[in-house]
C-alpha cells in the first residue's frame, strides 16, 4: 500500500534523499498473531530496498526491486530467520534499540 509519508526513523540517510524514494507499508504477524505495520522504502536510482518494522534493524536488498519483491523477501527472511534460530514457540526481534532478544513460552 503506498503512503506519503512513514516514519523513517532507521532508514538510510541516502535511501531517504533519493529523489525517486517511494514508501510503502504491509501488516504482517511479526508477534505472534497481531499483524504490525512494517515500512517499505524503494528508490530505483539508487537500486536500493529497506524494510523494517517497528524497532527491528533495517532488512537492506542491494539491488533495484519494486515494493512487491522487497515484500516478499522480507517475509522469506523473517519466516526463515525465525524457524531457523528458534523453533516455532519462539520469536527472534532484531532490535536496534539494544535490547536482548528473550523468548517465548510455547502456547497451551
Do not use: C, N
Request: proline fraction near 9%.
Amino acid at each position: 500500500m503506498p503512503e506519503r509519508s512513514v516514519p523513517l526513523a532507521g532508514f538510510s540517510i541516502e535511501l531517504r534523499a533519493a529523489p525517486d524514494a517511494e514508501r510503502f507499508w504491509f501488516r504482517y504477524p511479526v508477534q505472534g498473531d497481531v499483524p504490525l505495520p512494517v515500512h517499505v522504502v524503494v528508490s530505483r536510482s539508487a537500486a536500493r530496498a529497506e524494510v523494517k518494522s517497528g524497532a527491528q534493524k533495517v532488512f537492506a536488498i542491494e539491488h533495484e526491486v519494486s515494493a512487491t519483491e522487497a515484500r516478499r523477501l522480507w517475509v522469506r527472511w523473517w519466516q526463515e530467520e525465525r524457524k531457523s534460530l528458534h523453533g516455532p514457540h519462539t520469536l527472534l526481534v532484531p532490535s536496534r534499540i539494544g535490547r536482548l532478544p528473550h523468548r517465548l513460552s510455547p502456547r497451551a
